[in-house]
């Protein structure tokens, strides 16, 4: 299947795995595709697979890869010595804060990398350094990361299948089908109509210091990643070591500020791409299908690229997630081709729009549900 062909890097090693699992062959006479399926799309989409081996456009490029561990690592150093040198009054504190969010979202931009194989051959390499970003660098764990974030590209929007979705319907009310039967249901968890106002408030300063920051100590305690956790200790020893004995009392104050900073500019990325889209029941689509309706592009220009870590290429990192982030604009005029052929919508829209359309969207669902609720 395309999923599982776009998840597993090394083929080998999982097909000798498969071979317990097979219990039959298909008859003659049965189809190879399921019904809900676009045949011709998912030919066509294996075809452009195989030109992407054949180009070899999932080969990393692990100077590009070293250059931004190298810059991320400078920032992380520079963070610190503009503290060390020039006091903790307001404006190195602030300019040192900057940094400091700086360092720690190219670093999530990183391991989000990493976190896809994308950055080595070998998958252990991977992994290794994966550990060494998100849990050292960053203080979450890797495997929890890799738990949900595998989830939410297996299927994009698909309610109670995306993780990335779980907000609705306690915090929002999402996509225009579930507001209005949430409506319907007279259910209220929230003000739904006035969400993209509190959206400002909520979601983008507060995921990362409360949700996140609690989910992932508890997924790895529970699910008993003891590796991670140590990784994820030596986080928090070299940063209140090093922060503390310059900031002091102060040093709550640079961590939750940064965390919250750092959450902003996250969520803002990450949903830019996928709230404004549709949101829905699995519906059992093929591979190209399912993510196209899930994702947008977002306009490519150096900055969009480094500030988004090229997430603002979202269609294609969802149909080759293991493709090395740099050669996102080399395959995307093939993907906008093969969309074309089969009249699959390719958005691609400027940054500030893509931002705009979170709220937008919000506010469209927020009325969508009012209005049902009030409906008698």
Same mark, same amino acid.
């Given at each position: 299947?395309?999923?599982f062909?776009a998840?597993?890097?090394?083929?080998g090693?999982?097909?000798?795995?498969?071979k317990?699992l097979q219990?039959?062959e298909?008859?003659?006479?049965?189809?190879?595709?399921?019904?809900?399926?676009?045949? #011709?799309l998912?030919?066509d989409?294996?075809?452009?697979?195989?030109?992407?081996e054949?180009?070899?456009?999932?080969?990393?490029?692990q100077?590009?890869?070293?250059?931004?561990l190298?810059?991320?690592?400078?920032?992380?150093?520079?963070?610190?010595?503009?503290?060390?040198?020039?006091?903790?009054?307001?404006?190195p504190f602030?300019?040192?804060?900057l940094?400091?969010?700086?360092?720690?979202?190219q670093a999530s931009?990183?391991?989000?990398?990493?976190?896809?194989?994308?950055?080595?051959?070998?998958?252990?390499?991977n992994?290794?350094?994966?550990?060494?970003?998100?849990?050292?660098?960053?203080?979450?764990?890797?495997?929890?990361?890799?738990l949900?974030?595998?989830?939410?590209?297996?299927?994009?929007?698909c309610?109670?299948?995306?993780?990335?979705?779980?907000m609705?319907?306690f915090?929002f009310?999402?996509?225009?089908?579930?507001?209005v039967?949430?409506?319907?249901?007279?259910?209220?968890?929230?003000?739904?109509?006035?969400q993209?106002?509190y959206?400002f408030?909520?979601?983008?300063?507060?995921?990362?210091?409360?949700?996140?920051?609690c989910? #992932?100590?508890?997924?790895?305690?529970?699910?008993?990643?003891?590796?991670d956790l140590?990784w994820?200790?030596?986080?928090?020893?070299?940063f209140?070591y090093?922060?503390g004995?310059?900031?002091?009392?102060?040093?709550?104050?640079?961590?939750?500020?940064?965390?919250?900073?750092?959450?902003?500019?996250f969520?803002?990325?990450?949903?830019?791409n996928?709230i404004?889209?549709?949101i829905?029941?699995?519906?059992?689509?093929?591979?190209?299908?399912?993510?196209?309706q899930?994702t947008?592009?977002?306009?490519?220009?150096?900055?969009?690229?480094w500030?988004?870590?090229?997430?603002?290429?979202?269609?294609e990192?969802?149909?080759f997630?293991?493709?090395?982030?740099?050669n996102y604009?080399?395959?995307a005029?093939?993907?906008?081709?093969?969309?074309?052929?089969?009249?699959?919508?390719?958005?691609?829209?400027?940054?500030?729009?893509?931002?705009?359309d979170i709220?937008?969207?919000?506010?469209?669902?927020?009325?969508?549900?009012?209005?049902?609720?009030?409906?008698k």
């Amino acid at each position: 299947q395309d999923a599982f062909v776009a998840f597993h890097a090394d083929k080998g090693l999982v097909n000798k795995y498969l071979k317990p699992l097979q219990i039959g062959e298909l008859a003659p006479d049965q189809p190879s595709i399921e019904p809900t399926k676009n045949e #011709t799309l998912v030919k066509d989409f294996r075809e452009l697979r195989a030109t992407v081996e054949r180009m070899g456009l999932l080969e990393p490029n692990q100077l590009f890869f070293f250059l931004l561990l190298a810059h991320i690592l400078l920032l992380d150093a520079a963070a610190w010595l503009v503290l060390f040198y020039f006091g903790t009054s307001l404006l190195p504190f602030v300019f040192s804060l900057l940094l400091l969010t700086i360092s720690q979202v190219q670093a999530s931009w990183l391991q989000h990398d990493l976190g896809h194989l994308s950055v080595f051959r070998k998958t252990k390499w991977n992994h290794l350094l994966h550990k060494f970003v998100m849990c050292h660098l960053i203080g979450a764990s890797a495997k929890w990361w890799t738990l949900l974030h595998s989830q939410h590209h297996a299927k994009p929007n698909c309610f109670h299948k995306d993780p990335d979705i779980d907000m609705h319907p306690f915090l929002f009310t999402l996509g225009k089908k579930f507001s209005v039967e949430l409506g319907i249901k007279k259910k209220k968890y929230m003000p739904y109509n006035h969400q993209h106002k509190y959206f400002f408030i909520t979601l983008p300063p507060l995921l990362f210091p409360t949700y996140f920051h609690c989910h #992932t100590f508890y997924i790895a305690y529970t699910k008993k990643y003891w590796a991670d956790l140590a990784w994820m200790l030596t986080f928090y020893i070299r940063f209140f070591y090093t922060y503390g004995s310059l900031l002091e009392t102060k040093i709550n104050s640079l961590i939750s500020l940064h965390r919250m900073l750092e959450s902003s500019w996250f969520v803002w990325v990450s949903q830019m791409n996928h709230i404004p889209m549709d949101i829905d029941y699995d519906k059992n689509l093929d591979w190209m299908s399912t993510q196209l309706q899930a994702t947008c592009n977002v306009e490519q220009s150096l900055f969009n690229d480094w500030f988004t870590g090229h997430l603002n290429f979202q269609i294609e990192h969802h149909l080759f997630p293991s493709m090395p982030r740099h050669n996102y604009w080399k395959v995307a005029p093939l993907v906008k081709s093969l969309c074309a052929k089969h009249g699959l919508e390719y958005q691609c829209k400027p940054l500030l729009t893509a931002f705009a359309d979170i709220v937008y969207s919000l506010k469209s669902s927020g009325e969508l549900w009012h209005d049902a609720y009030l409906h008698k």
